[in-house]
């Protein structure tokens, strides 16, 4: 079992940045495959970026490619997404999950993810 905490979301303007964490607990965090989704308001939930157990992969959604980091310490049980040049479009809350597959590539799919956290709020004021 897995329990995830988002924080860092709030209130930016176009073009500023901010670092989200999502920490974990359990004892098996470093076997966890992570990933960032979000959902803004009325529309469905989709996949931001998403990072393999080692780190060793990285995997981003188009929309966010190039502004967008994700980045894990597993001695810390935590996830980073650290967004940059952010957009009033990058509004929504935003969700970590767990991914209990022991892979080495990372999954984009909602149903594929095990454990979810209740989610952050970021928004971009034009």
């Known amino acids: 079992q897995v329990q995830l905490v988002e924080s860092g979301g709030g209130l930016v303007q176009a073009g500023g940045s901010l670092r989200l964490s999502c920490a974990a607990s359990g004892r098996t965090f470093s076997r966890y495959a992570m990933g960032w989704f979000r959902q803004a308001p009325g529309k469905e939930r989709e996949f931001v970026a998403g990072?393999?157990?080692?780190?060793?992969?990285?995997y981003y959604a188009g929309s966010v490619k190039g502004r967008f980091t994700i980045s894990r310490d597993n001695a810390k049980k935590t996830v980073y997404l650290q967004m940059n040049s952010l957009k009033p479009e990058d509004t929504a809350v935003y969700y970590c999950a767990a991914d209990q597959t022991y892979s080495d590539y990372v999954r984009t799919r909602l149903f594929e993810y095990d454990y979810w956290g209740q989610g952050t709020q970021v928004t971009v004021s034009s």
């Open positions: 990072i393999t157990w080692s780190g060793g992969n990285t």
